[in-house]
């Protein structure tokens, strides 16, 4: 029996099937199939973090809310603005932002953190991302807490029309976000330790750089030239983000703009996170 291979057979090369498309999207329908595993996990890191308290989770609620009223208060006066229009847009630009600051901070740290999960429970590394995505959600629900509070109170509600339903998907997309940047930065994060603090001052910059404390409107109302300047802004890619989910909760105009910068990311980012996962979601567990 001959044993001799042909030119053709010879010539393939042969690829892990741990470094394949097939096996990172399977890794993702696996960890999404796991979820009451990643929904138990993301909920018991909220009561872990809150244990014995007496008000629990709902002390995220009140952070955030004393956050935004002292800034909100402060920044008011500082830039001369009205505190019942500016208060609401200090507000959700804050509930927005802390998504975004975790999805950057927490998201590089995902693997690291989940070290000995990851060696000892033989599950998908997407369990860890769906955990964090969870989890960041949980968060991000019991501040909107405030903003129902603010719908009411600052007379929010009768600056709302229709266009406040785009809020949902624009949510949707925040934490679609979220989750192909966890697993980017999450998975070069863990090979590079390095680049955990740079994301750190980078989130820092990006803070002052987006429009959470400030507005835009201030800037165009002050002659030609400051407008002009003030659409840089439209540069930085987290101001999109924030623009999206704001300007359908307070009753501002729809930047549609804004809408397919976002789209656009989320696609090439998660195109960049099928990427990674193909190439080094094998090699993690020895990274952390």
Do not use: C
């Amino acid at each position: 029996m001959s044993t001799e291979t042909g030119p053709a057979e010879a010539s393939v090369p042969l690829m892990p099937d741990s470094q394949t498309y097939r096996r990172a999207f399977k890794d993702l329908r696996e960890g999404f199939a796991q979820r009451e595993l990643w929904l138990q996990l993301g909920w018991q890191d909220i009561k872990q973090r809150y244990r014995r308290s007496v008000i629990g989770p709902f002390w995220i609620t009140i952070a955030t809310g004393v956050q935004a009223a002292a800034m909100g208060v402060l920044y008011a006066a500082i830039l001369n603005q009205d505190l019942w229009t500016y208060l609401p847009y200090v507000t959700v630009g804050l509930i927005v932002w802390n998504v975004i600051n975790a999805s950057i901070l927490e998201g590089s740290d995902v693997f690291i953190a989940n070290e000995g999960l990851i060696k000892q429970l033989p599950s998908a590394l997407s369990v860890h991302i769906y955990r964090l995505v969870w989890r960041q959600f949980l968060f991000f629900a019991h501040n909107m807490v405030i903003y129902l509070i603010m719908l009411v109170g600052f007379g929010v509600w009768e600056h709302l029309s229709w266009t406040v339903l785009l809020a949902i998907p624009a949510i949707v997309l925040v934490f679609l976000n979220s989750a192909w940047v966890s697993i980017v930065f999450g998975i070069f994060a863990t090979r590079y330790r390095d680049i955990a603090p740079i994301l750190s001052s980078t989130t820092l910059m990006l803070f002052v750089l987006t429009p959470v404390m400030w507005t835009t409107k201030s800037l165009k109302s002050q002659g030609h030239a400051i407008s002009e300047r003030a659409r840089l802004v439209e540069l930085v890619p987290t101001y999109h983000y924030l623009e999206i989910v704001r300007a359908p909760l307070i009753g501002d105009p729809v930047s549609w703009f804004s809408w397919a910068v976002v789209g656009a990311i989320t696609v090439v980012g998660w195109a960049a996170a099928i990427v990674a996962l193909k190439r080094f979601r094998s090699r993690v567990p020895y990274w952390v």
